[in-house]
Every structure is written in structure tokens, then in C-alpha cells.
């Protein structure tokens, strides 16, 4: 008999994923079903699961946030929509387990016996703790960086933990640390927010990073000496995002007369406008990216020592917000080489969904019920399976549109000729990659195409794009650092030096490339359509770049697909599944 866990994660990123007898079936965020951004309270992905499935347990995780209560019932919203259905669904709450809920993705995900974990988050779970081991007083702070000694089927054991919080005493221990300065995310936030972007898109701060360098008239942002974010510097807001003291320090600050904003505009929107002008962007603003990206990545490489000398591990997991941080993860394979490092392609808060399914699966059916427990992560095709004919095509597009048989060889062309062609097909991708399912491509030769597709997209000119290429031919392009593939796009990496300036559309002002690498066992349309296109051009590589336009989430149902087709200056969505295209002349 079967054991379906349903586990949600209710906060920003809000996912459902379902665990069947330890295997992965299932993955949604919120944010798809509702398009609404970062959209929290998955109720939605728990309806579409539980059309199909029973829910034996229900886990409810989060970060301790308030739980309110329905009237009537007085259960909450979660547990009450769930027994509606299965009445005697067990429900498990587990606000307090968010670093675990990461730990747990990323170590079944690796497939590794044994392994030292670290989350690297913003702000986890809400903690009560001792001031020291005999006191009877208690401090309240939030989690912020976490080390644990993973192995299987499911021991997790912290052995070393950092804490923030608003007004903490300052505790060092071999184990733990707790202060009121803000840690390495929080850090990064505050910079992304000063730069126009919101506390949650730290990804645009990376993209501007290397348009920046050293600059001497900038503060000390992190001490790698504390560990801890300059107070004079930074304001702490836990659990929300922090600030820059932009006060303090002229150079850094915007100066912004009346006049200036005409009466209308807001100080913020003031700021923005480099966002659509590059020649109006700072010094201090550009300078600022580059210097928190690379004291960033270099303290997470001091704490990947210090899991290293903590735990004796040689196999390395990250997870938590900056596990998305390509740059990094690429600057970790060259600073640690001899360990062997797997990082989360579902780092931020979504994929605890994910850990906490697996780990309480394990612990209802352990290791020998739960045939499927280790099996590492070897798909992000993980969201709901449509059935598309072409009758239903037939009833969604309008007069204005033209519906066509096409094959890949008829799309490579078609790209090859500097056409932008969205595919629609399959699942959806789990994370915040579009890996050929819910991708817009075009040709990575046009040396404008960069400039076309921000456009089309509505996005910021600094921005850089992806590239698909075909597994076996990865490493005559790009310099892998050891590894054989890079299936979930979670590397940034550098060409190889004889390529160089071949593909200007996908590589960045660094010179480095954002890939994934495809085979046929994995996605065989995507990869055939690369292979025609390769089979024309001698590039092994489709520019690829999420489908959505700028501030939406990536397109989940055909109609979501042909309504932004609709709404856009794309022309061309591709049906691989039904060998049509749509067209619409603009």
C-alpha cells in the first residue's frame, strides 16, 4: 500500500511537493497556478495534487510564522482543506525545521551516503534558545547559516549554526553564533534593494556585478574576521529585508531634488531609471554588485571550510537563497577542486517542500519501506502533465493568429534566420530555471540579440541570458571545472579560450555563459531541436531564456503560453508534442 506525503511551504516561494513511497512526483509553486510573483499559500497546487491523489500525511512548514486560526473549525486553512477531502490525513507541523527542510532537498538530491550540508538563507526559522547552556533565559532569533552532517537514510545533526535577530547579545561558541548584524543573503538584499530591485531579486544584482569593480570609495561591507555585515552600514530588519545606511556615506547616496522627480515621480522610480538607461547608471551603483558578489561568494567559501574541518566530509551540499547564485557556485568547483560539491537547483524557500516530503517520508516508511528514498534528482520536469490536442490549439488561438505543421528541422531554421521562437511543451520545470519546457530561444550567434530579446521581454539591459548545449559537446565550449554536465543551469561558466566572442547573444560582459547541458534521455525534442540547429549553424547551442515577460512568472498551461503570445511582441510559440506553430504577425 502506498504513502502519499504532501509537503507545502506557505511562505514567498510557496510550493507543494508529493512523495510517493520516497519518490518525487511532484513539484509546484504557487506562483504558476496563480501568476501572481512569488506567490505564497499554495492552495492551489494542493488542489491539482489532490484531484489525482490521496494525502496520507500533510506537512506544513514555513518559518514560524502566525497561524491563524478559521472560524468554526478552528483548524487552519491548510489541514482544513485537506481533511475536507481525506478526513484522516495525519497533518505534521514543522514551522521550526526551515534549514532542515533545505538540508533534506539537497541531500537526497545529491544521491551522496554521507555529506556536510550548508544553508546559506536570508531568514529561516524562528528560534528559541538559551543564552548559554545553564541559563533559564531565553533569546528568540532567526536562523541565518546552518552546517550539518548528513547521512543516510536520514540523519541530520547540526553541528554549527548562525543566528540574527533585531536586538541580540552578541554569543560566540564552537557551535553557534548569535548577533544582531546581518549575515551574507541579508547582506546581498540590502544591496539589491538599494539598487532598485527589491529585497527578493538578488538574481539582477548578480547580473550587474560584473559591469563593476574594486572601489576604494566604498564602505566594508562584510568582515570576514566577525563574519557579520558592518553596522554602520547595514539595518537589520529581521525577518524582513535589510537596508543600507546610505546616510552615513555620500558616495553611495542618491541625491534626488523635487524638481528632479517632476512632481510626480517616487523617489525609488527616480532611482530605476538606469534600470532602462544605462548611461544613467553610478559608479557607486555598479561598483556596489560587483564588490557584494565577491565578498559574498568568498565568505561562503570560508564556511565551506569550516564544514570541511568540522565534519571531515569531501562531499559538499548547498541549499538555501544563495544556492542560486551561479556565480558563486562556479567560483567554489575552482576554489575547491578536490571536493565534490552539489548544489540545489531548488535552493530558495520553494524546495523545502521538497526536503521536508522526503524526510518525513522516510520517517513513516524508512529506509527499507521506501525503495525510492535515495534516489538522487535526475529530472526538474516535475509539474503538472497536460494533455494538449490540437482541437484544444484550435478553440484558444484568435483570428489574428495562424496555426501551422512544424518540425524541429522547420523551427532550427526558422531561428537560424534571427526569429524569437517560444516553446511550450511537457511539464513544467521545477525552480527558477526555464530548461526547454517553458523556454523562449533564439540564434547565440547575433551579436544584438541580447538587446531583441530584453526588449521582447521587457527586462533591464544588463541582463544576461542562458544557454542550451548539447551534453557531448559541453566542454569543447566551456570550461566545466571537472564536471560532466550541468543538467539545471546552476553554474556560470567560462568559454573555452579558442571560442571566445562566438557566442556574443549568451555571453555575458565577463565573458562567462550560464548553461545547461542537454541529452536525449533527458528532454529528446529539446535536444533534436538543437541538434538541427546545430546540423545548420556548427553551434551546438540554442540561446535560452525563460518564457515570460519581465516581472511575470514563466508561462504553466497553454493558455497561459498563448495568452502572453497575445500580449507580447513574440511571434512564434512552438508545440513539439503536436508538431504545430502558432503565428502571429506583428
Same mark, same amino acid.
Given at each position: 500500500?502506498?504513502?502519499?506525503?504532501?509537503?507545502?511551504?506557505?511562505?514567498?516561494?510557496?510550493?507543494?511537493?508529493?512523495?510517493?513511497?520516497?519518490?518525487?512526483?511532484?513539484?509546484?509553486?504557487?506562483?504558476?497556478?496563480?501568476?501572481?510573483?512569488?506567490?505564497?499559500?499554495?492552495?492551489?497546487?494542493?488542489?491539482?495534487?489532490?484531484?489525482?491523489?490521496?494525502?496520507?500525511?500533510?506537512?506544513?512548514?514555513?518559518?514560524?510564522?502566525?497561524?491563524?486560526?478559521?472560524?468554526?473549525?478552528?483548524?487552519?486553512?491548510?489541514?482544513?482543506?485537506?481533511?475536507?477531502?481525506?478526513?484522516?490525513?495525519?497533518?505534521?507541523?514543522?514551522?521550526?525545521?526551515?534549514?532542515?527542510?533545505?538540508?533534506?532537498?539537497?541531500?537526497?538530491?545529491?544521491?551522496?551516503?554521507?555529506?556536510?550540508?550548508?544553508?546559506?538563507?536570508?531568514?529561516?526559522?524562528?528560534?528559541?534558545?538559551?543564552?548559554?547552556?545553564?541559563?533559564?533565559?531565553?533569546?528568540?532569533?532567526?536562523?541565518?547559516?546552518?552546517?550539518?552532517?548528513?547521512?543516510?537514510?536520514?540523519?541530520?545533526?547540526?553541528?554549527? $549554526?548562525?543566528?540574527?535577530?533585531?536586538?541580540?547579545?552578541?554569543?560566540?561558541?564552537?557551535?553557534?553564533?548569535?548577533?544582531?548584524?546581518?549575515?551574507?543573503?541579508? *547582506?546581498?538584499?540590502?544591496?539589491?534593494?538599494?539598487?532598485?530591485?527589491?529585497?527578493?531579486?538578488?538574481?539582477?544584482?548578480?547580473?550587474?556585478?560584473?559591469?563593476?569593480?574594486?572601489?576604494?570609495?566604498?564602505?566594508?561591507?562584510?568582515?570576514?574576521?566577525?563574519?557579520?555585515?558592518?553596522?554602520?552600514?547595514?539595518?537589520?530588519?529581521?525577518?524582513?529585508?535589510?537596508?543600507?545606511?546610505? &546616510?552615513?556615506?555620500?558616495?553611495?547616496?542618491?541625491?534626488?531634488?523635487?524638481?528632479?522627480?517632476?512632481?510626480?515621480?517616487?523617489?525609488?522610480?527616480?532611482?530605476?531609471?538606469?534600470?532602462?538607461?544605462?548611461?544613467?547608471?553610478?559608479? *557607486?551603483?555598479?561598483?556596489?554588485?560587483?564588490?557584494?558578489?565577491?565578498?559574498?561568494?568568498?565568505?561562503?567559501?570560508?564556511?565551506? &571550510?569550516?564544514?570541511?574541518?568540522?565534519?571531515?566530509?569531501?562531499?559538499?551540499?548547498?541549499?538555501?537563497?544563495?544556492?542560486?547564485?551561479?556565480?558563486?557556485?562556479?567560483?567554489?568547483?575552482?576554489?575547491?577542486?578536490?571536493?565534490?560539491?552539489?548544489?540545489?537547483?531548488?535552493?530558495?524557500?520553494?524546495?523545502?517542500?521538497?526536503?521536508? *516530503?522526503?524526510?518525513?517520508?522516510?520517517?513513516?516508511?524508512?529506509?527499507?519501506?521506501?525503495?525510492?528514498?535515495?534516489?538522487?534528482?535526475?529530472?526538474?520536469?516535475?509539474?503538472?502533465?497536460?494533455?494538449?490536442?490540437?482541437?484544444?490549439?484550435?478553440?484558444?488561438?484568435?483570428?489574428?493568429? &495562424?496555426?501551422?505543421?512544424?518540425?524541429?528541422?522547420?523551427? *532550427?531554421?526558422?531561428?537560424?534566420?534571427?526569429?524569437?521562437?517560444?516553446?511550450?511543451?511537457?511539464?513544467?520545470?521545477?525552480?527558477?530555471?526555464?530548461?526547454?519546457?517553458?523556454?523562449?530561444?533564439?540564434?547565440?550567434?547575433?551579436?544584438?540579440? $541580447?538587446?531583441?530579446?530584453?526588449?521582447?521581454?521587457?527586462?533591464?539591459?544588463?541582463?544576461?541570458?542562458?544557454?542550451?548545449?548539447?551534453?557531448?559537446?559541453?566542454?569543447?565550449?566551456?570550461?566545466?571545472?571537472?564536471?560532466?554536465?550541468?543538467?539545471?543551469?546552476?553554474?556560470?561558466?567560462?568559454?573555452?579560450?579558442?571560442?571566445?566572442?562566438?557566442?556574443?547573444?549568451?555571453?555575458?560582459?565577463?565573458?562567462?555563459?550560464?548553461?545547461?547541458?542537454?541529452?536525449?534521455?533527458?528532454?529528446?525534442?529539446?535536444?533534436?531541436?538543437?541538434?538541427?540547429?546545430?546540423?545548420?549553424?556548427?553551434?551546438?547551442?540554442?540561446?535560452?531564456?525563460?518564457?515570460?515577460?519581465?516581472?511575470?512568472?514563466?508561462?504553466?498551461?497553454?493558455?497561459?503560453?498563448?495568452?502572453?503570445?497575445?500580449?507580447? $511582441?513574440?511571434?512564434?510559440?512552438?508545440?513539439?508534442?503536436?508538431?504545430?506553430?502558432?503565428?502571429?504577425?506583428?
Amino acid at each position: 500500500m502506498t504513502y502519499n506525503v504532501m509537503a507545502i511551504n506557505p511562505g514567498h516561494n510557496g510550493s507543494v511537493a508529493l512523495v510517493v513511497d520516497g519518490k518525487l512526483e511532484y513539484y509546484i509553486e504557487e506562483e504558476r497556478l496563480s501568476r501572481h510573483k512569488h506567490d505564497g499559500n499554495p492552495f492551489k497546487g494542493m488542489l491539482y495534487l489532490m484531484e489525482d491523489y490521496s494525502i496520507d500525511e500533510l506537512i506544513i512548514g514555513g518559518t514560524g510564522q502566525e497561524e491563524h486560526r478559521l472560524p468554526w473549525s478552528g483548524g487552519d486553512a491548510y489541514s482544513t482543506l485537506v481533511q475536507k477531502f481525506y478526513p484522516n490525513a495525519k497533518v505534521t507541523k514543522c514551522p521550526d525545521e526551515h534549514h532542515i527542510g533545505h538540508v533534506s532537498s539537497s541531500f537526497y538530491g545529491s544521491g551522496f551516503d554521507t555529506a556536510a550540508a550548508i544553508v546559506v538563507d536570508g531568514c529561516g526559522s524562528l528560534q528559541k534558545l538559551r543564552a548559554n547552556p545553564s541559563s533559564e533565559y531565553f533569546i528568540e532569533a532567526y536562523e541565518t547559516e546552518s552546517i550539518y552532517q548528513c547521512s543516510f537514510p536520514g540523519d541530520f545533526e547540526p553541528v554549527f $549554526k548562525r543566528y540574527g535577530g533585531n536586538q541580540l547579545p552578541r554569543i560566540l561558541e564552537s557551535d553557534r553564533e548569535i548577533d544582531c548584524a546581518i549575515t551574507t543573503v541579508k *547582506a546581498y538584499e540590502a544591496v539589491s534593494e538599494y539598487l532598485g530591485f527589491g529585497f527578493i531579486e538578488a538574481g539582477k544584482t548578480m547580473g550587474l556585478a560584473p559591469y563593476g569593480k574594486e572601489d576604494k570609495k566604498l564602505p566594508v561591507l562584510l568582515d570576514r574576521e566577525t563574519n557579520r555585515g558592518d553596522k554602520n552600514v547595514f539595518i537589520a530588519q529581521y525577518p524582513a529585508g535589510a537596508l543600507l545606511d546610505t &546616510e552615513r556615506y555620500p558616495y553611495i547616496r542618491y541625491t534626488v531634488s523635487p524638481k528632479d522627480m517632476g512632481g510626480y515621480e517616487t523617489y525609488n522610480q527616480v532611482v530605476r531609471r538606469w534600470h532602462k538607461d544605462r548611461s544613467l547608471l553610478t559608479d *557607486a551603483s555598479k561598483n556596489l554588485a560587483w564588490k557584494i558578489q565577491k565578498d559574498t561568494q568568498e565568505y561562503v567559501g570560508d564556511l565551506i &571550510e569550516k564544514a570541511v574541518d568540522m565534519t571531515g566530509e569531501s562531499n559538499i551540499v548547498i541549499s538555501g537563497g544563495y544556492g542560486l547564485n551561479v556565480v558563486a557556485n562556479y567560483y567554489y568547483k575552482e576554489r575547491f577542486p578536490e571536493l565534490n560539491i552539489y548544489v540545489d537547483p531548488i535552493s530558495h524557500d520553494g524546495g523545502t517542500s521538497i526536503g521536508l *516530503a522526503k524526510m518525513y517520508a522516510h520517517k513513516h516508511i524508512g529506509e527499507e519501506g521506501g525503495e525510492h528514498l535515495k534516489d538522487p534528482l535526475t529530472t526538474l520536469y516535475l509539474g503538472p502533465k497536460y494533455e494538449i490536442r490540437s482541437e484544444d490549439i484550435d478553440d484558444l488561438v484568435d483570428d489574428t493568429m &495562424e496555426v501551422v505543421d512544424a518540425t524541429n528541422v522547420d523551427i *532550427a531554421q526558422l531561428i537560424k534566420d534571427r526569429n524569437i521562437v517560444s516553446i511550450f511543451q511537457g511539464r513544467s520545470e521545477a525552480g527558477p530555471r526555464a530548461l526547454g519546457n517553458r523556454s523562449i530561444v533564439y540564434d547565440p550567434t547575433d551579436p544584438d540579440g $541580447k538587446d531583441k530579446v530584453n526588449i521582447v521581454k521587457g527586462r533591464e539591459w544588463f541582463r544576461p541570458f542562458a544557454g542550451s548545449i548539447m551534453k557531448e559537446h559541453a566542454k569543447e565550449w566551456f570550461d566545466l571545472r571537472g564536471m560532466d554536465e550541468t543538467p539545471y543551469m546552476m553554474y556560470a561558466m567560462e568559454m573555452q579560450p579558442e571560442k571566445i566572442g562566438e557566442l556574443p547573444c549568451v555571453t555575458h560582459v565577463d565573458g562567462t555563459c550560464r548553461i545547461q547541458t542537454v541529452s536525449q534521455e533527458q528532454n529528446e525534442n529539446y535536444y533534436d531541436l538543437i541538434n538541427e540547429f546545430y546540423k545548420l549553424s556548427g553551434v551546438p547551442l540554442l540561446f535560452n531564456t525563460s518564457f515570460n515577460l519581465g516581472g511575470e512568472p514563466l508561462v504553466e498551461t497553454i493558455f497561459d503560453a498563448i495568452h502572453t503570445l497575445k500580449n507580447s $511582441k513574440l511571434e512564434y510559440l512552438y508545440l513539439p508534442e503536436l508538431s504545430k506553430l502558432i503565428k502571429v504577425p506583428n
